[in-house]
């Protein structure tokens, strides 16, 4: 055991279990846009039985998310120590910044990862106070579909992104969401080895795609409910 808890708090250990749950966290953020689309039907019917379908999980339901906030709290808590680990390891390069070139891919996005990293977590922290933890049934939030009285999850959504600030904020974190995903996405497989001199450049551009199109696509639906609602 004490072999085990000197591998994970090695260096290389805290980098490949932040890599391991990063992509682990990316995955899930596909999933949950996919099930967001259902949003921009404009019928509250798919998305309250999308939303529906996954509270009637039950105890999985609580699994998964037990095994959710494992990933979150394993990622913030090792990104935060291995970003105070090159602190101390390199305290000249937080004096003066410069752009690095070649392999290294110093970006703007890969010096601000702490940053970007808190700021969503925040982020996280406020949207499931609004949305998992907000009004339901008991405050008056149901509708029924197929004869299944269920929460109305979508009027709750279409009730928050008619809020400017909120829009405005939610718009915000996405683009830190994309700027965290550019440099985090490349970063894991870095650091779980997988480089090679063809693979990686493949690798860097997938993970430039995929960050344009999670955080376009998530902010894209709060703008989309705004502008379409008409709210003021």
């Known amino acids: 055991m004490r072999r085990i808890g000197s591998i994970i ?4 250990g805290k980098k490949f279990i932040s890599a391991l ?20 039907r404009g ?3 798919p998305f309250n039985k999308y939303a529906h379908f996954l509270e009637s999980l039950g105890w ?20 935060i120590i291995v970003w105070f680990d090159k602190r101390r390891a390199r305290p000249d390069d937080y004096v003066k910044k410069t752009d ?26 406020v949207h499931v106070l609004t949305f998992k933890y907000g009004p339901g049934i008991d405050e008056g939030y149901v509708t029924v579909v197929g004869g299944v009285p269920m929460r109305d999850l979508y009027r709750l959504v279409i009730e928050i992104f008619s809020n400017k600030l909120y ?18 996405f490349w970063s894991a497989f870095q650091s779980l ?36 609602g008409g709210a003021a």
């Not at 995955?27 to 921009?40: E, Q, R, T, V």
């Not at 996005?109 to 700021?119: A, C, D, P």
């Open 21 to 40: 749950t990063g992509l682990g966290l990316v995955l899930y953020s596909i999933a949950h846009l996919i099930g967001n689309l259902a949003l921009l």
């Open 100 to 125: 690095a070139k070649g392999a290294s891919k110093m970006t703007f996005s890969s010096k601000t990862m702490i940053y970007s990293g808190l700021i969503m977590l925040l982020f996280l922290i």
């Open 167 to 184: 829009v405005l904020g939610y718009t915000g974190a996405m683009v830190f969401l994309g700027f965290h995903l550019r440099h985090g």
């Open 43 to 45: 019928d509250p019917n």
């Open 9 to 12: 708090w090695s260096s290389l």
């Open 60 to 79: 999985l339901l609580i699994i998964i998310e037990l095994g959710l906030l494992a990933f979150f709290l394993f990622h913030i808590c090792m990104g």
């Open 193 to 228: 080895g997988m480089q090679h001199p063809r693979l990686t450049p493949l690798i860097y551009s997938v993970g430039i795609v995929l960050a344009i199109v999670l955080a376009v696509g998530f902010l894209f639906l709060p703008i989309w409910i705004y502008f379409r």
